[in-house]
């Protein structure tokens, strides 16, 4: 399988959820391609934003395939379409590190796009205007869709950590340094899912996301609360602490 193919495969979102009015979770539908973690940012991201991350994504040099961190951007609406930036490990080795962009419309195939990155800490970033959605690796602009082509129903943000072989691993952190919807700060993120052995967890003060594990066979699905670790479907609909990033 080629290296834009298995991409586009980790880069579009694997679990499908269904949103009530209230913007609870409902059912977890895993089509089983890849293990994966995802920390949920639920705002209404159909306006102003500004999704940026200095991401630290080490390298695994016995992994047989590919690694990747995303911020993505996607409907609350199943059949829709979504655009997303990152990191990708696995070409033409474990170690190598590239970006890339995806984007897909509405029943679509999804559009890849690699780009070359020399950067230890690597920034990523994802913004929106009302017009406009544009992604951006290290400050310089990598992509720009027009909103108008999209069809996407109050979308919200994933930040995901997807590994694609068995057995392989990740380890990656994202430290946020802007984090606005609306021209305000936007809260911590409440909660998180796991599947197939991939995690995420918040670390330290200044609101770090790190990704990590192995994808194994048989670990089950899993909703759980970022900040204290609870499973369960509560942190969706409970108040977000007071910590904001910063």
Known sequence: MDLAR?????????????????????????????GEATVYDLGDFSGDFDLAYAVSFEPAPANQSW?????????RTQSSSAVSVGL????????????????????????YQSYPVR??????????????LTALLDGHKVGTWPRRVFSAVKPYVQLNGEVHEMGDTISARLVPVRTLLGGKIFPRPACALSTQGVE???????????????????ARATYYSLSSGKTGHDCFSKPVGAGQWH
């Open 6 to 34: 298995i991409v586009r495969l980790l880069a579009v979102p694997v679990l499908l959820l269904a949103f009530a009015s209230s913007c609870s979770i409902g059912n977890i539908k895993s089509d089983e391609r890849d």
């Open 67 to 75: 690694t990747v961190v995303t911020i993505l951007l996607l409907s």
């Open 88 to 111: 990708a490990r696995g070409y033409p080795d474990a170690t190598t590190l590239s970006g890339f962009t995806t984007s897909n419309r509405s029943r679509e195939t999804s559009k």
């Open 119 to 132: 950067c230890n800490v690597c920034m990523v970033e994802l913004r929106g205007d009302k017009a406009t």
């Open 200 to 218: 995420a967890r918040a670390i330290g003060e200044l609101g770090a996301i790190e990704f990590s594990g192995a994808r194994r066979d048989g």
